[in-house]
T-cell receptor, first 116, second 111 residues
Framework: DTGVSQNPRHKITKRGQNVTFRCDPI?????LYWYRQTLGQGPEFLTY????????KSRLLSDRFSAERPKGSFSTLEIQRTEQGDSAMYLC??????????????FGPGTRLTVT | KQEVTQIPAALSVPEGENLVLNCSFT??????LQWFRQDPGKGLTSLLL?????REQTSGRLNASLDKSSGRSTLYIAASQPGDSATYLC??????????FGAGTRLTVKP
């Protein structure tokens, strides 16, 4: 397995447009996390899934954001009616979810979103 | 609410020097603490994970310690190299099932 992958790597969109990002976790990992990172800051937690169930959502995840993980494998993060403040790096991570290394997170390369 | 602070924000050292990066957190109810490396414009690479029951972990030239009761962790890098230049992030995973990150320490190792 080659690790966590994210697509696209870069996205430029105009304000008001909708965008969707995809994350493919490490295959045997049943936990999947989304984070947002702005310049000079550490990543901020957005939401996480245990298999297909979305179990936790940050207050940062406004109504314009929605995440899914329909079959407990890949996940999508959609932002509707994008705003310039949504410009950031969106990071996905996965973890095993059980055993001694249950919560060790492995990150993807991120999707850089620029809203013009 | 868990707050994670990293000091210093930036550090510049000559090649070969040993250095220590500091991380502090406000809530000691954590499952683990993880140190990451991030190169500019890239994702995060996991360096070391310390479980809440552990005191330290070592990998090559890196050693991380954890003092949960005082809410502190350190990352020690021995014999630094220019390739170590990156931002180092510490993160704690708590019983809210979310991971809280510090803002990072930007390390520059000069040849």
């Amino acid at each position: 397995d080659t690790g966590v992958s994210q697509n696209p790597r870069h996205k430029i969109t105009k304000r008001g447009q909708n965008v969707t990002f995809r994350c493919d976790p490490i295959s045997e990992h049943n936990r999947l996390y989304w984070y947002r990172q702005t310049l000079g800051q550490g990543p901020e937690f957005l939401t996480y899934f245990q298999n297909e169930a979305q179990l936790e959502k940050s207050r940062l995840l406004s109504d314009r954001f929605s995440a899914e993980r329909p079959k407990g494998s890949f996940s999508t993060l959609e932002i509707q009616r994008t705003e310039q403040g949504d410009s950031a790096m969106y990071l996905c991570a996965s973890s095993l979810g059980y055993g001694t290394s249950a919560y060790e997170q492995y990150f993807g390369p991120g999707t850089r979103l620029t809203v013009t | 609410k868990q707050e994670v602070t990293q000091i210093p924000a930036a550090l510049s050292v000559p090649e070969g020097e040993n250095l220590v990066l500091n991380c502090s957190f406000t809530d000691s109810a954590i499952y683990n603490l993880q140190w990451f490396r991030q190169d500019p414009g890239k994702g995060l690479t996991s360096l070391l994970l310390i479980q809440s029951s552990q005191r330290e972990q070592t990998s090559g030239r890196l050693n991380a310690s954890l003092d949960k009761s005082s809410g502190r962790s350190t990352l020690y890098i021995a014999a630094s190299q220019p390739g170590d230049s990156a931002t180092y992030l510490c993160a704690v995973f708590g019983d809210n099932n979310d991971m809280r990150f510090g803002a990072g320490t930007r390390l520059t190792v000069k040849p």
